[in-house]
């Protein structure tokens, strides 16, 4: 245990690592990786074949949850783990003989008085002040990363909040929003010069967006040939992600491009009952650059309402939108 203090705390040293000054970390549902080494690099290592893209989150404390709430919805953390993980790196990366605070990790995960931010300022060589955290959420929602100046702490063992749960959180997050002044949330600037896409580029990146949806299930979804070409109205077909006691939906999507200004209407998008009714399809969607004239929405309603069937609308905002929080994909496209 001297020699290898992480083993007290369930992990062990990555053989990977083994002539390296820095080491991985591993234990049976977590991770601890130093800053020094690219986490991409980790995962690659283990045959993870999706590319990682990570959501920054907000990390918060309800109902005596640890929870990571991001645009994806609200993922449950195991706070014991993760404080597991800081010991683990505080141990294993120190000197016994070295004063700190434990359970640091270099991360603000607890308040400081103002007593001990003083401290902090008047004694800086014996006591250093935390760094911020960060948390982030797998787009995916497979796993949660906290990552601070030292280390990034990977935790495999979350769980989306649904049922009772969620109605619990929602009660709590009204109190919270009662007590704060309302913000505008802007999400980041972002612009697409559509004229440098053609229907067939269109396609890729609403295929691209329906990929990295977690509404849907990205190992089920189609492209139709290309743009224009003979698919019956049904450019890209996709199942929602199986949830429990609800078996996946099949969505046929339409993507149509046109001039920024312009809108789409319900001559441009043909007789979508029809489409629907041969393919047997459940959800129906509807991607463009531009605006959706307000018939289109109101036929898209009564086809929802009269058939049972969920529809999506992505008109030009909403995918600038998306896209403003995908550097990964602005990088792909092009896109400043």
């Known amino acids: 245990m001297r020699q290898f203090p992480e083993r007290q705390?369930?992990?062990?040293?990555g053989s990977k690592y083994n002539n390296s000054e820095e080491k991985v970390l591993y234990s049976t549902s977590s991770w601890i990786i130093p800053v020094s080494i690219s986490i991409d690099e980790v995962f690659g290592g283990h045959q993870y074949?999706?590319?990682?893209?990570?959501?920054?989150?907000?990390?918060?404390?309800?109902?005596?949850?640890?929870?990571?709430?991001?645009?994806?919805?609200?993922i449950e953390l195991p706070m014991g783990q993760l404080l597991q993980a800081i010991a683990c790196y505080e141990e294993f990366s120190h000197s016994r003989d070295e004063y700190r605070h434990k359970l640091s990790l270099d991360g603000s995960f607890f308040q400081h008085s103002p007593e001990m931010n003083n401290l902090y300022g008047r004694y800086p060589d014996l006591v250093r002040k935390p760094n911020l955290y960060q948390v982030f959420t797998s787009e995916f929602s497979d796993f949660c990363v906290v990552s601070t100046s030292s280390a990034q702490i990977v935790l495999f063992d979350i769980e989306q909040v649904k049922g009772n749960e969620s109605k619990k959180f929602i009660d709590a997050t009204k109190q919270l929003l009662s007590s704060l002044e309302d913000e505008l949330?802007?999400?980041?600037?972002?612009?697409v010069d559509w004229s440098r896409f053609d229907d067939e580029l269109f396609e890729q990146i609403c295929y691209d967006i329906i990929y990295h949806s977690s509404k849907f299930d990205r190992n089920t979804i189609r492209k139709m040939g290309k743009s224009r070409s003979r698919d019956g109205g049904r450019d890209i077909v996709v199942f929602t992600r199986p949830?429990?006691?609800?078996?996946?939906?099949?969505?046929?999507f339409q993507c149509k491009l046109s001039g920024r200004e312009s809108s789409i209407n319900t001559s441009n998008v043909g007789s979508v009952s029809d489409v629907i009714d041969q393919y047997g399809a459940e959800g129906y969607g509807l991607m463009c650059n531009c605006y959706i004239d307000s018939t289109l929405f109101d036929r898209l309603d009564g086809i929802s309402s009269s058939r049972r069937v969920e529809v999506?609308?992505?008109?030009?905002?909403?995918?600038?939108?998306?896209?403003?929080?995908?550097?990964?994909?602005?990088?792909?496209?092009?896109?400043?």
Not at 9 to 13: D, H, K, R, T, V
Not at 53 to 67: A, G, W
Not at 185 to 191: K, L, N, R
């Open 9 to 13: 705390y369930g992990y062990f040293s």
């Open 49 to 74: 074949e999706d590319q990682i893209s990570l959501l920054p989150s907000h990390l918060l404390m309800i109902n005596q949850k640890t929870v990571a709430i991001s645009e994806l919805g609200v």
């Open 185 to 191: 949330v802007v999400d980041p600037d972002v612009y």
């Open 243 to 252: 949830i429990a006691a609800e078996k996946p939906k099949k969505y046929i």
């Open 312 to 336: 999506e609308t992505w008109s030009g905002f909403e995918i600038e939108r998306f896209l403003s929080r995908r550097p990964a994909l602005k990088q792909r496209y092009e896109i400043t």
